[in-house]
Structure formats: C-alpha cells, structure tokens
C-alpha cells in the first residue's frame, strides 16, 4: 500500500467513517450566491458529495476520484442523478475556463497542494468564487479511550507525524501552500460533535485509515489488536469529531 492509495480501504471507509457537520457546511454553502457546478475533488465514497446533493443548491455536481473501488461505492450510495463521476487524479482534472462556481475538497486537500494544480483549480474557478477545503479530524484529548489509543501509535510505534490528518492544515501552514496563487482565505468555521461510535465501527473506522497502515505496515494488524485490547470491556467509544472548514477565495486578476 502506498500513500494516498485507497483502493483496499474503500470497503472499511464507506462502512465506518464519519460524514462531515450537515447544518455547518450548508449554512456556508447557503452564504454565497447561487450556484450551478460545484467539483467536489477527491470525492471518496461520497461523505461530502451526500451532503452536496442534500443541501438540493447545485444543478450539477461534478465528483473526482482516483481510487475505482471507492468512487464504485459512491455510485451505489448516491447514483448518478445530478452527480458526474470522473474516476481520475486531481493532476489529470480539467474543465472549461471559468466554468465551475464551487470547489470543495473534503479530507483530501493534503494530497494534491502542487502549485499547478491550484493554479488550474482557479483556472477552472469564476472569479470572485470559493474553494471549500474540510476536514473532520478527531479531538483526541477531550477522550480518554481514544488518548490511551494515540499515546499507543507514540510510545509504541514511534508514530509522532501524521500524513493525512487534518490537524496539519493550520493557517500558517496552508498560508503558505498557497502563496503565490490567488486563493486566500476569508474565514473558518469549526463545529464539534461528539458521537458515540460502537466498538466494532470505531476499529473499522481505523481500518480505513491510510497513512497509518503505510507506515506500520505488517505492524498495523498487531496496532489492531492493540485497540481491541485497550477496549476490551468497551461496548461503544466516545469520539469529539471536528468539523473545519476553511473558505477560500479566488481573486486571480483580469486577463
């Protein structure tokens, strides 16, 4: 398995992860003007395509993904009425000059924050219009369970620097992704939920997870029966999942 390679996760991701803050993404969705195309890049199974169609704002919704077995369960979860499948990378992404008025890029920002491409993202981008980058990282600390769990991937697997989380994208860090592009950012709404997840789901949720296996490799089954273990007289786990999203602007300049 390599980074950013979902195709054996899909299962395990369309089962046990977590969607995204409905009534957040929505009552920012519901700031901006009318829209018609939004893309919504590094779609997954559709956690945030689902909540696109929902909110019933878009005439078209356009989903990118590069891993076949996780858009194939996009598809079964949420057809094809109003939804565009393209089952290719972000790299590879390319539409009309100022044709799209919506980007979103949910849990996926971190894999594709080349230059060019955002620099092809506010091609593809009106002017004057957004570009959504949401995570929904796990507030750890306010969480005994899932504390023991993290000090576990430190202490004993020498874990200390996630790839995929969205606890990196702090406002210095992503400031400094996107200099020298015309995307700046204009705000940041975050909302916590605490959510009781059962035993099982939970461990499948982290079955889901792709950095980690990455880097523990064979390791990975023996962090599996860590959990069961720290968990074991557990029926459910309390998780504080946190839902941020940073807006973005694009203000490239007239030609």
């Known amino acids: 398995m390599k980074f950013g390679n979902f195709d054996k996760l899909a299962t395990n991701y369309a089962k046990y992860r977590p969607s995204y803050n409905y009534l957040l993404i929505n009552k920012i969705i519901k700031k901006f003007k009318k829209k018609t195309t939004v893309l919504d890049i590094g779609a997954g199974t559709g956690k945030l395509t ?35 499948w393209k089952n290719i990378p972000a790299e590879e992404i390319f539409f009309e000059k100022n044709s799209i008025d919506l980007i979103c890029a949910a849990s996926s920002f971190h894999w594709f924050t080349k230059k060019k491409n955002l620099d092809n993202f506010s091609m593809m981008l009106k002017k004057n219009c957004f570009f ?5 990282s796990r507030k750890t600390k306010l969480s005994m369970d899932e504390n023991k769990i993290e000090d576990l991937l430190k202490n004993k697997y020498n874990i200390t620097k996630r ?9 210095k860090y992503l400031n400094k992704i996107l200099n020298n592009t015309n995307f700046r ?12 997840i059962k035993k099982n789901n939970y461990i499948g949720a982290w ?8 880097q523990l490799g064979k390791e990975f089954k023996n962090f599996i029966n860590d959990i069961d273990n720290i968990l074991k007289n557990k029926k459910s786990v309390k998780v504080y999942y946190e839902t941020k999203v940073w807006v973005l602007k694009n203000v490239k300049p007239k030609n």
């Open 132 to 136: 959504l980058i949401i995570y929904n």
């Open 50 to 84: 689902q909540i696109l169609k929902k909110t019933n704002y878009f005439k078209k919704i356009i989903a990118v993904e590069p891993s076949k077995q996780m858009i194939n369960y996009g598809k079964k979860l949420l057809g094809k009425k109003k939804i565009i």
């Open 185 to 196: 950012i204009i705000e940041k709404k975050i909302k916590i939920d605490l959510k009781k």
């Open 163 to 171: 790839v995929s989380s969205g606890k990196i994208m702090t406002k």
């Open 207 to 214: 079955k889901s997870v792709n950095d980690i296996q990455v």
